[in-house]
């Protein structure tokens, strides 16, 4: 099993005749995503080619869920446009949307949210690396890739991995495939201040999972999500789980890197973040190259085989 998406999901891109949507459909379809349909306003007729696939392209959301039996849409739009882009995919009964798009304004988000509320339709980001549920095949083929993430280093498995880093997802897979385990799957929730679904969302969805048997948090400065997580791992979670966060040096009320990362308040820094991962049962990794060695440790103490 695995969370969210499943090598059998179908699959809509929105900006898929932009170069860097266009680039990633390429990519996606290679590693056996079922990419079943584009959409671009006033492009519909038209066709998205690569080797072997020839998916059609839409002028709407509905249109192309409709035909196609989408159930997933993965959001290339650029930043004015891409809030409308994902309120079309609420509009249209979309089970899950993945915005990769960086540069949203706050404001813009804040009304995204406010219409998501009491609509069936998860949001995944924005400015995210996407989701990855890893497929059998060389290279973990055949499974299902949304957005941006490096297909190649994954590996099918039993380790979930969530984190709101692009670069630290790749370093936690790798150090997991490298380690001779593999993921279920790979979630990518992005580091806006304003994003749709939370580090919390995702490990109940982990906790869940039967075939996850151990899982990596990965967070930084700034917000308080990390924090809520933990707690509630240590009263609900029984898996081994392993937590690193970013940003131990920066300067309180300065934004580094995304722009979420602001320490406001006393739970927004590293070391209370790191506190409270302690006291909460997660196995802190002090360097970004320890996450894969510090899930090991966790699960070692609790008698579990991540294999």
Not at 206 to 228: C, Q, Y
Request: net charge neutral; proline share 6%; glycine share 14%.
């Amino acid at each position: 099993m695995s969370i969210l998406i499943t090598p059998e999901t179908k699959i809509l891109i929105q900006g898929i005749t932009g170069a860097f949507g266009a680039r990633h459909a390429q990519l996606s379809l290679d590693y056996g995503t079922q990419v079943v349909a584009g959409v671009t306003p006033g492009k519909g007729g038209q066709f998205f080619e690569h080797k072997d696939y020839k998916v059609p392209i839409f002028n709407s959301v509905a249109e192309a869920a409709a035909a196609t039996g989408a159930t997933v849409s993965a959001i290339f739009v650029p930043p004015p446009f891409a809030a409308d882009a994902i309120l079309e995919c609420v509009d249209a009964g979309l089970d899950l949307v993945v915005a990769i798009t960086e540069g949203i304004p706050v404001r813009d988000m804040v009304r995204v949210k406010r219409a998501m509320a009491g609509r069936k339709t998860r949001l995944v980001g924005p400015n995210c690396p996407g989701v990855v549920t890893p497929g059998k095949g060389p290279d973990s083929s055949g499974g299902c890739r949304i957005g941006i993430s490096p297909g190649y280093i994954h590996k099918k498995g039993h380790v979930g991995i969530v984190s709101r880093s692009g670069t630290l997802t790749y370093e936690a897979v790798w150090q997991v495939t490298c380690k001779g385990l593999g993921q279920s799957t790979c979630v990518g929730i992005g580091g806006d201040p304003v994003n749709g679904t939370s580090h919390l969302d995702v490990i109940k969805l982990f906790s869940a999972d039967p075939d996850t048997k151990g899982i990596i948090m990965i967070g930084e400065i700034g917000g308080t999500a990390e924090v809520e997580a933990a707690r509630w791992i240590k009263e609900n979670c029984q898996k081994p789980v392993a937590g690193f966060i970013a940003g131990a040096t920066a300067p309180a009320g300065r934004r580094m890197g995304h722009a979420g990362a602001v320490i406001g308040g006393k739970e927004d820094t590293a070391a209370a973040k790191i506190a409270i991962f302690k006291e909460c049962g997660v196995e802190v990794a002090v360097t970004p190259s320890d996450m894969a060695d510090a899930l090991l440790r966790a699960a070692l103490a609790k008698g579990v085989s991540l294999a």
